[in-house]
């Protein structure tokens, strides 16, 4: 007589893990639809068609800068020009991993969620970027810092930089903080900050407090907790080198990205200092199993370098060129 044994056996099915994340910070400059936003001084960014009215052309007028004054009146924001912008953007992202993009990528001056979601849906569909986060700030000209991402995205929220007073005046000209947390494919979570800190003609205590506030919003997570900040922190090489911006702000706290980018002279030139600076970082404060394997420019397609070897800002009337920033990427593996 024989048995038959059956043995079962059974498996658990454990959680995917992400062993390795790709995080782009990305200055799209000016990053517009021509549609005007009520509240937004985005008259410039309008077709010639809307730019007749008397009340435009006096709008213009107000501005002192003759440069600025002159896109105001004259530059064509057509839809011609809207969907070459949003085609190089997407050409610039999609040169990260292998064309798929990277997992998360951090923006600073896009104008609202409908440009965003163009990019997605025009020139990113297919990559598995989720619905793309941005919250409205108070910025005068009507940029904001944005998201879009592979991970799924718990929570979002904004921050106000908090200003000493004597730098209250120039608020209208800031952006506030994005702090959004992830979740990975295995369940734990990644905290990000997405940040465009006051302009260098600003005081450098208004950068001081915008790294103060970022690094108080650290500090609130628990000690364990992986995060990053990514964006145009604005930090001249000039600044950095004069006032210690780095060594007091960030290195005690977070691993800057750019310290692994080989031969990377920076992400925005100044020609009449010849002066490179990376206004554009990815600093990482370590959790967990995490730590930065890598960084690299994604600065490859044609319109995003000059003949000098230098960023190609996007330029009016031929559309041509990108951004006047080059996309900065840090790799974080565990």
């Not at 569909?125 to 904001?144: N, T």
């Not at 900040?229 to 990205?257: C, H, Q, Y």
Request: hydrophobic share 40%; proline share 6%; net charge negative.
């Amino acid at each position: 007589m024989f048995r038959v044994f059956i043995l079962v056996f059974v498996c658990a099915v454990l959680p995917v893990r992400a062993e390795s994340l790709s995080i782009m910070t990305f200055n799209v400059e000016n990053l517009f639809d021509n549609q005007h936003d009520a509240g937004k001084n985005d008259e410039t960014y309008l077709p010639l068609t809307m730019k007749k009215s008397k009340q435009h052309i006096d709008k213009c007028n107000e501005i002192n800068v003759k440069r600025w004054r002159d896109q105001c009146l004259y530059w064509d924001w057509s839809d011609a020009v809207v969907n070459q912008k949003l085609e190089v953007v997407g050409l610039a992202i999609r040169q990260v991993n292998d064309g798929q993009g990277p997992d998360i990528i951090a923006f600073q001056e896009v104008e609202n969620i409908k440009i965003l979601q163009r990019l997605l849906d025009e020139h990113l569909a297919g990559l598995g970027y989720q619905s793309p986060v941005l919250l409205e700030g108070k910025d005068r000209r009507g940029i904001d810092v944005a998201l879009l991402s592979k991970l799924k995205v718990v929570d979002s929220e904004l921050h106000e930089i908090d200003f000493p007073d004597a730098d209250k005046r120039r608020v209208g000209d800031t952006r506030p903080i994005l702090q959004s947390t992830f979740e990975l494919p295995d369940g734990e979570k990644l905290v990000g900050f997405v940040v465009h800190f006051p302009a260098p003609f600003h005081p450098t205590s208004m950068r001081e407090s915008a790294y103060a506030t970022l690094n108080n919003l650290l500090d609130r997570l628990p000690a364990d907790q992986a995060a990053f900040a990514a964006g145009d922190f604005n930090t001249t090489s000039e600044e950095d080198a004069k006032e210690d911006m780095l060594k007091r702000w960030v290195r005690p706290i977070w691993k800057v990205a750019h310290d692994l980018c080989q031969a990377c002279p920076g992400t925005s030139y100044y020609p009449p200092r010849d002066d490179w600076s990376f206004l554009d970082m990815v600093i990482f404060r370590s959790g967990g199993d995490w730590k930065i394997t890598g960084s690299y420019l994604a600065n490859e397609t044609p319109e995003q370098v000059t003949e000098k070897g230098t960023p190609r800002r996007f330029s009016m009337p031929g559309a041509t060129g990108l951004s006047d920033h080059w996309p900065l990427v840090m790799v974080i593996e565990r």
